[in-house]
């Protein structure tokens, strides 16, 4: 018999399973359906959760068509996110130790963004009530008054994201060099030896 606050607990929501078939079509196993990349681009503005398998193989493709979709929204003539210099700083972190490290300071830096947007746009619908264009509106006036202000601040923060591993390289050079100083590698100088006559 089950106990009465089990019956209260709500349903897990289950993720949303998408399978990609050899011909490229994508089937929406919730709708039993067809769907387009254009619908899965929905469905992450929705925030569904949602799984893109390989039908033969059960590959998980999720990555592989979000990429697809970036790529589409980035080649649809509109105002690119990514520039060519941003692309291939990003290219040059793969296979380079920090490649995991900057994921995550990328996905934390664009979730303190959206933080910050839902705020204001909580704001302004208790202002504006439930007006989704005056939300907007609002924050694209915020973005072009505090546009300059923002990139000030995010070049503070990068600058002072430098100075901090730069002070880091000097520490761990000075470890370094306490470490190995009865070793002749070159770039650390020997410190002299004390004599045992002087004692």
């Known amino acids: 018999m089950a106990l009465p606050e089990e019956k209260e607990k709500p349903e897990a929501q289950a993720v949303r399973l998408i399978k990609k078939y050899p011909n490229r079509r994508l089937y929406d196993t919730k709708t039993s359906s067809y769907i387009t990349l254009a619908d899965v681009k929905q469905m992450v503005h929705r925030q569904e959760d949602f799984q893109v398998l390989d039908a033969k193989s059960g590959e998980d493709l999720t990555r592989s068509i979000l990429l697809q979709i970036i790529l589409e ?6 105002l690119p996110m990514f520039s060519s210099d941003l692309l291939s700083q990003l290219i040059r972190f793969y296979g380079n130790a920090m490649q995991g490290v900057m994921g995550t300071y990328l996905e934390k830096n664009i979730k303190a963004f ?3 947007q839902k705020t204001l746009q ?3 619908s208790r202002i504006y009530g439930d007006n989704s264009k005056a939300s907007h509106e609002l924050w694209a006036q915020f973005m072009n008054l505090q546009g300059p202000a923002m990139q000030s601040l995010m070049q503070a923060y990068v600058e002072q994201s430098q100075k901090m591993f730069a002070q880091f390289q000097e520490q761990m050079h000075s470890q370094a ?3 190995f100083t009865g070793f002749a ?3 650390f100088p020997q410190q002299p030896k004390s004599d045992p006559e002087k004692k």
């Open 73 to 78: 929204e980035e080649s649809a003539g509109g």
């Open 114 to 116: 959206q933080d910050m």
């Open 122 to 124: 909580d704001q302004s």
């Open 177 to 179: 060099r306490n470490m």
């Open 185 to 187: 590698f070159p770039g």
